[in-house]
């Protein structure tokens, strides 16, 4: 059998002839001669070239006019390459629209499959005219944030008049008469227009998450810096990546597929498939997507500066009290008038969301990055509680709104707006992107603050695997948050109360955490009063809403209450009765990278639980409505600690009532604990549970061994080794 012939084809291009090459490669099953040849603008040249080249050649691709303008080597219109494309009938002429069509929608969507929701909200800048037509129509599918440099795109206003009855017929007569005015006098119409555009579209440009545009088109624009941007182009040889990698770009999505060692455009291959068509057949989608498969092309992904993602958030914050309003400037003024300060907590209630900081400078060790927005809402919570929960669902949707536009992907509530009617469910399914209130992280932080203020007092017993060899209490363990704090205790200490007045839910979840291998030997109560005096650690999560839900008087000098409820369990009334209890609220989270956010009454680089939630969800790239409601899920309460610790999440400070407490804070409980501990009860009765662990400044409590004793634990029975300067003695309980 005769071998077929080997097919010519060639790309006439308006750029320069320095890329210009003619190679032999196999592709498809059949033999191909490649050949380029370029003009550096000359539009006659061109047509000439396509003349001289249709007397032997299979296909022509023309190509380059758009680029040969941005480059300035061409000042005509655009549209005269239809003259070049028209010169011959004798072989196909292709421009590669075509296939650039298929191939720029699959090179978007498989971004979107290999890394979902990268394309959310993203603010993105179109370069250049109707080439990247289709680009952003698929682009629009995921962000409406699209802004582009043609001052003919930058609105949709006939796309608006064309989908409206009464006006289409007047607007398509109107396009008709504009469609038929020279290119030239086009051009002069909308000079002036174009120079605003390209200004708008510049500023855009600076704070672009994607910029689309062909490489000669990015460099024209003169993008200084591309730090941080995904650019989808087309045609990206090695030195042009390495350029775009040069200016920090993240992702370069080249929807030009690379068959050979060289560099050819996608009308070339449009071109090679219509050569391989038997003369007078037509080329359609359906042998573009033959050649595709059996050529195995596929867009590239090329990642300059290694695998990295950079992420946006937003997080929604309101003052606390009239005192926020005191040290607004503005406001300052207005609040000192007598009356005038419940009037502006009033007024302000009504304001639109504002941005009060932009965050930036997180990173994480695995090289994903974010930035993000902290929204303000007006509303204090005597404000919030005064009005129905409808009014304060309008002010977080107005700032989902914003986030939105903003180009955040996901949207966290923090403080009060978490907790105001039902704890999100609501703002979740009517906001445009995903919300997440963060009281996993939340949970998760309060329980970590736990466990480090334990070792921090160094009264009950933690060895070096984090067990407690202490007893614990979880009051509200029935509850969401309950269970999910008394699933993780149960695993870190030796005896476990779980107390809540549904006897039969406790005695199901006892069961349930039995059935995990729990640690310690559980309990189950209604009421925590008898077991109290005995903990040395109690987390209280229940729903009481102000309710009194243990007596601190009867709780042991030196325990650890953790309050995981919202609104608090423990008032800080009761807090102040006892100095040698420590009480904590939260655990706040430091942030990896060099943080810089606005003042939010945290050190530097720190942030809340909740915040910190949605910052790890945004590092990961997972654009959900992960927590919302007032239950909390033991298996989400894990997952985000875990996310937490890959994305460099540390335990910063531990707060109370009164904000975060510091090392001489713990020293002065630890010391009350102590003198509270020795004066309850004579030396000779103190028993073996209330013996401090770690190396003391003060005689112990038991023997009266001098300072400089060591006290050691041994599970199972309990042994207390005592040795003192002048004097050593061993008891055991």
């Known amino acids: 059998m005769a071998r077929a012939k080997r097919l010519l084809v060639v790309n006439v291009t308006l750029q320069g002839n320095d890329w210009d090459f003619d190679e032999k490669v196999s592709f498809a099953g059949r033999d191909f001669r490649l050949v380029r040849r370029g003009t550096k603008g000359d539009l006659q ?30 000042d005509g219109d655009v549209h005269e390459i239809r003259r ?15 296939l650039a069509d298929v191939l720029q929608e699959w090179a978007i969507r498989q971004v979107q499959a290999q890394m979902p929701g990268y394309f959310a909200n993203a603010r993105t800048v179109v ?36 989908s409206n009855r009464v006006l289409s017929p007047a607007a398509k007569l109107g396009m008709a008469s504009w469609r038929l005015t020279p290119d030239i006098i086009k051009d002069r119409a909308e000079a002036p227009a174009q120079w605003v555009s390209e200004q708008l579209a510049r500023r855009a440009a600076k704070d672009a998450d994607v910029i689309v545009g062909t490489f000669t088109e990015l460099m024209s624009f003169g993008l200084e810096e591309l730090a941080g941007k995904t650019v989808i182009t087309n045609a990206i040889s090695d030195g ?50 033959e050649l595709i498969e059996s050529a195995n092309l596929e867009p590239r992904l090329l990642r300059p500066n290694g695998d990295r993602r950079k992420s946006r958030f937003a997080f929604v914050i309101h003052p606390l009290s009239q005192q926020y309003f005191k040290n607004v400037e503005a406001l300052g003024m207005l609040t000192k008038v007598p009356g005038m ?30 930035e993000g927005w902290l929204i303000s809402v007006g509303g204090t919570p005597r404000e919030m509680l005064s009005h129905s929960p409808e009014f304060t669902y309008s002010r977080l949707l107005e700032a989902a709104d914003l986030s939105r536009k903003l180009g955040a992907q996901i949207m966290g509530l923090g403080a009060f707006t978490k907790v105001v009617g039902d704890a999100g469910v609501t703002v979740a399914k009517q906001a445009a992107l995903p919300v997440t209130t963060g009281n996993s992280y939340s949970a998760s932080g309060a329980l970590w603050a736990a466990h480090a203020a334990m ?5 009950a017993p933690v060895d070096d695997d984090g067990i407690i060899h202490g007893k614990a209490m979880v009051v509200g363990a029935s509850g969401a948050i309950g269970s999910v704090c008394a699933r ?25 955490i039995e059935a995990e291998n729990a640690r310690a030997v559980l309990h189950v109560a209604t009421n925590p009063s008898a077991a109290l005096p005995e903990m040395d650690l109690i987390v209280t999560a229940t729903s009481a809403a102000g309710n009194k839900v243990l007596d601190i008087m009867r709780v042991k000098p030196g325990c650890v209450i953790t309050d995981v409820a919202r609104p608090l369990d423990m008032s800080a009334e009761d807090v102040a009765k006892r100095p040698d209890v420590l009480v904590i609220e939260s655990g706040e989270i430091e942030l990896p990278g060099d943080v810089k956010m606005g003042n939010i009454g945290l050190p530097k680089g720190v942030a809340y639980a909740c915040l910190a939630e949605t910052v790890v969800l945004a590092l990961e790239g997972r654009y959900e409505t992960f927590t919302v409601g007032r239950n909390i899920e033991w298996e989400k309460v894990k997952e985000i600690y875990r996310l937490g610790l890959k994305h460099g999440m540390k335990l910063a400070t531990i707060s109370g009532v009164r904000g975060v407490y510091t090392d001489e804070d713990f020293a002065r409980v630890r010391e009350a604990a102590l003198e509270a501990r020795r004066a309850a009860k004579p030396a000779a009765e103190v028993p073996a549970d209330d013996i401090p662990s770690g190396e003391l400044d003060e005689p112990c409590a038991r023997c009266g061994a001098e300072a400089g004793h060591r006290c050691r634990t041994r599970t199972g029975r309990l042994t207390r080794t005592h040795s003192g300067r002048n004097a050593t003695q061993t008891t055991s309980a």
């Open 45 to 74: 040249a061109a047509e000439d070239l396509v003349w001289k080249w249709s007397l032997k050649a299979d296909a022509i691709a023309v190509t380059g006019i758009r680029e040969a303008r941005a480059a300035g080597v061409f």
């Open 84 to 98: 070049v494309l028209r010169t011959t009938g004798r072989v196909p002429v292709l421009d590669g629209s075509m």
């Open 127 to 162: 370069l250049g005219g109707s080439n990247h037509n289709r680009t952003a129509k698929v682009l629009r599918e995921f962000t409406q944030n699209i802004d582009y440099l043609d001052v003919t795109k930058r609105t949709d206003v006939p796309l608006a008049l064309a």
């Open 240 to 289: 042009r990546l390495a350029e775009l990698g040069a200016r920090g770009v993240d992702l370069v999505v080249d929807a030009t597929p690379r068959p050979f060692p060289f560099m050819v455009v996608t009308a070339m291959i449009e071109a090679m498939a219509a050569a391989m068509l038997d003369r007078g057949e037509s080329l359609g989608t359906d042998d573009l997507v």
């Open 341 to 370: 300060g419940r009037a502006v907590e009033k007024a302000m209630a009504y304001a639109p969301p504002f941005v009060y900081s932009h965050v930036t400078g997180i990173e994480s060790p695995t090289g994903a990055s974010v």
């Open 455 to 459: 070792k921090r007092l160094g009264i």
């Open 488 to 512: 993780l205790l149960a695993q870190v200490t030796d005896e476990l109360w779980l107390v809540s007045p549904e006897t039969a839910k406790l005695l199901a979840i006892k069961k349930e």
